[in-house]
């Protein structure tokens, strides 16, 4: 499975993005699908995900800021951030389980500064 990524860039702290990625040979029908974010010194962590039923759950510290969609048709997903802060500066991360498997994008960066 490839993960293509796009969507990152520089925002002003109060901005917004809207970061995508889309999956593409998977040859199982691909069940969840996420956002992860790496800041620098920090370990990975979980920013929100979607099921192929449409069931989300996000990290505490974007509740009510980020909004995870997904396409199932065309193997999308989307993640819509608001008010951002200088804290979600990092590395965000596509993944993707399909059937035993977890599959990642190469990340594209997202800088929240004034």
């Known amino acids: 499975v490839q993960l293509q990524a796009s969507g990152g860039g520089l925002v002003q702290p109060g901005g917004s993005l809207r970061p995508s990625c889309a999956a593409s040979?998977?040859?199982?029908?691909?069940?969840?699908m996420a956002w992860h974010r790496q800041a620098p010194g920090k370990q990975r962590e979980l920013v929100a995900a979607v099921t192929n039923g449409g069931s989300t759950n996000y990290a505490d510290s974007v509740k009510g800021r980020f909004t995870i969609s997904r396409d199932n048709a065309k193997n999308t997903v989307n993640l819509q951030m608001n008010s951002l802060k200088p804290e979600d500066t990092a590395v965000y991360y596509c993944?993707?389980?399909?059937?035993?498997?977890?599959?990642w994008g190469k990340g594209t960066q997202v800088t929240v500064s004034s």
């Open positions: 993944n993707a389980k399909a059937g035993p498997l977890h599959y």
């Open positions: 040979g998977s040859r199982f029908s691909i069940n969840t």
